[in-house]
Nanobody, 119 residues
Framework: QVQLVESGGGLVQPGGSLRLSCTAS????????MGWYRQAPGKQRELVAT???????RYGDSVEDRFTISRDNRKNTVWLQMDSLKPEDTAVYYC?????????????WGQGTQVTVSS
């Protein structure tokens, strides 16, 4: 019943900016972590950024100081502001929601949105 819908990907020149958005719908409880992961061709999926419901953010080493993650708990929406983009940022970006509780835990993924950084 949980669905994640991403938007905001596209083509941008090196040094440019993009903002990704992801909205989750369904039976999601407030105790969760939302985030972004990316996967380039021939490479494994890697952490980009995550943020807890309390606002604590975590970034991958390659994007820290360039990307900023934020969220709105009431809207179940997470954003990723990407600045100073580099060609190596080119990848499919996936939205993720991780939810843990006393009895179970869940891990949901969006379909992915393509980000291409090229001149």
């Amino acid at each position: 019943q949980v669905q994640l819908v991403e938007s905001g990907g596209g083509l941008v020149q090196p040094g440019g900016s993009l903002r990704l958005s992801c909205t989750a719908s369904g039976r999601i409880y407030s105790n969760n972590v939302m985030g972004w992961y990316r996967q380039a061709p021939g490479k494994q999926r890697e952490l980009v950024a995550t943020i807890t419901s309390g606002g604590t953010a975590r970034y991958g080493d390659s994007v820290e100081d360039r990307f900023t993650i934020s969220r709105d708990n009431r809207k179940n929406t997470v954003w990723l502001q990407m600045d100073s983009l580099k060609p190596e940022d080119t990848a499919v970006y996936y939205c993720n929601v991780f939810q843990s509780g006393r009895r179970s835990e869940y891990d949901w993924w969006g379909q992915g949105t393509q980000v291409t950084v090229s001149s």
